[in-house]
C-alpha cells in the first residue's frame, strides 16, 4: 500500500469517525429533549402547544423573512466575487441550506447544501467556498454584537430584582460571548485555510496533488477580496443584523402565542444564546436538548415558568420543520433545483472571473 492510499484511508476512517459522533450527539440531544420534557408538566405543555393554532403560520413567515435578509449577504458575497447568480436564486438557495439543516441535522450539512448548490449553477469552487465561509464570518459577528448588546440592554431595562437574577445568568452569557468571539478570531486569522489545505492535499491522489495544494490559496485570495472590502463588510453585517432582530421578533412571537408577555430586548437576548450555543455545541448539532435546557434555565429571567421557555423552545423546532417541508416540496415542484434542464448554461471563464489574476 503507498502513501496516498494510507492517507486516503486515514481520511476515510476520520470522516466516518466523526459522522458517527455527530450522529450519536444527535441521539443524544434528541434524548436529552424528550427528558426534559417528562421532567415539565405534561399537561400544561400540551395546552401551551395547544394554543398556537394559525400563528404557526406568522412564525414560517417570519422565519422565511429572517432567511431572505441573511441571504443578502451571502449575494453581496457573491456578486463581489463576479459570480453572476441573482438575488431570487441566492434566496432559494438559502432556504435550501436552511432546510437541509434542519431535517438532517448534521455538522456541516447546511454548507455542503450551499456549496452544492452554487456547483450546481457552475459557481467556480473557490468563489462558492470563500462566499460560504465570508457569509459565516459575518454570521458570528452579528451574533455576537447583538448577544452583548441584548445583554447590557436587558441588563439596563431589569428592575433591581431582575438585575440580580440576570447576574446569575451572566457567567452562561460570558462563556458563550467567549466562544463566539474565539470563532471570530480564527476565521479572521484564517485557521480555516491550514484545515481546508491539509484537509484536501489528503483527499487527493498523488497525480492531482498540486492543483489540489493550490486550490486553498485560491480560496485565501477570495477571502482577502472580501474581507478587505468595507461595503461588503458593512452591508453584509447590516443585512445580518436585520434578520437577526427579525428572529428575534418570532422569539417574541412564541411567547406571545402561548400568553407570556416578555420584551423585545430579552427575546432578542434568548435568540443570540440559542444561536451562540449552536456554534457552541458542534457535538450535538442544532444544540437539540442545549437548547430546551437553555430555554429552561433562563425561564426566570423572562419572568416565565420554566414549561412556557420549554414550549418557546418546541414551537421554534416545530416552525423550523414546517419551514423545512415547505421548502423541499416547493422546490421540487417548483424550482427544479435538481433538473438539468433548469440549470442555468455554463458561464464563459472571462464572465466569471479569476480571483488570481484580479
Known amino acids: ?18 459522522l458517527l ?30 394554543e398556537i393554532g394559525y400563528g404557526i403560520v406568522f412564525l414560517v413567515l417570519l422565519h422565511l423573512v429572517s432567511i431572505l435578509l441573511d441571504s443578502q449577504g451571502w449575494y453581496i458575497a457573491l456578486h463581489r466575487l463576479r459570480a453572476r447568480l441573482g438575488r431570487g436564486l441566492v434566496a432559494s438557495a438559502a432556504c435550501r441550506r436552511n432546510a437541509v439543516q434542519t431535517l438532517v441535522p448534521l455538522g456541516a450539512s447546511g454548507f455542503v447544501s450551499g456549496y452544492r448548490t452554487l456547483r450546481h449553477h457552475h459557481v467556480q469552487p473557490h468563489t462558492a467556498l470563500s462566499s460560504l465561509i465570508f457569509e459565516t464570518t459575518i454570521t458570528t459577528a452579528g451574533e455576537l454584537f447583538l448577544l452583548l448588546t441584548s445583554a447590557v440592554m436587558v441588563f439596563r431595562g431589569a428592575s433591581p430584582t431582575g438585575r440580580s437574577t440576570f447576574l446569575d445568568y451572566a457567567p452562561i452569557a460570558g462563556f458563550l460571548a467567549a466562544v463566539l468571539a474565539a470563532a471570530l478570531v480564527l476565521q479572521l486569522r484564517g ?5 481546508l489545505g491539509r484537509g484536501l492535499d489528503k483527499l487527493g491522489p498523488s497525480t ?30 447590516l443585512w445580518q443584523l436585520a434578520s437577526l432582530l427579525t428572529g428575534a421578533g418570532a422569539v417574541w412571537l412564541a411567547f406571545f402565542l402561548i400568553h407570556a408577555q416578555v420584551s423585545f430586548m430579552v427575546a432578542l437576548f434568548f435568540l443570540c444564546l440559542a444561536r451562540a450555543l449552536r456554534s457552541f455545541g458542534f457535538l450535538i448539532p442544532s444544540a437539540w436538548g442545549l437548547q430546551e435546557g437553555l430555554f429552561i434555565l433562563l425561564a426566570p429571567l423572562a419572568a416565565v415558568s420554566p414549561t412556557a421557555g420549554l414550549t418557546v423552545s418546541l414551537i421554534l423546532r416545530v416552525r423550523d420543520f414546517f419551514f423545512a417541508f415547505a421548502t423541499v416540496a416547493v422546490g421540487r415542484f417548483a424550482w427544479g433545483w435538481h433538473s438539468e434542464k433548469n440549470s442555468p448554461p455554463p458561464l464563459p471563464e472571462v464572465a466569471r472571473g479569476s480571483l488570481v489574476d484580479d
Not at 502513501?3 to 484511508?9: E, F, T
Not at 441521539?27 to 426534559?36: D, M, S
Open 191 to 195: 485557521k480555516v485555510f491550514d484545515t
Open 21 to 50: 459522533i455527530q450522529v450519536l450527539g444527535v441521539a443524544g440531544g434528541f434524548a436529552l429533549t424528550g427528558f426534559l420534557i417528562t421532567r415539565i408538566h405534561i399537561t400544561a405543555l400540551e395546552y401551551a402547544l395547544s
Open 208 to 237: 492531482r496533488r498540486s492543483s489540489w495544494s493550490r486550490f486553498p490559496l485560491r480560496v485565501k485570495h477570495g477571502l482577502w477580496r472580501l474581507y478587505r472590502s468595507p461595503a461588503a463588510w458593512g452591508w453584509g453585517f
Open 1 to 18: 500500500m503507498n502513501g496516498a492510499s494510507r492517507s486516503q484511508k486515514t481520511t476515510s476512517i476520520r470522516s466516518r469517525f466523526g
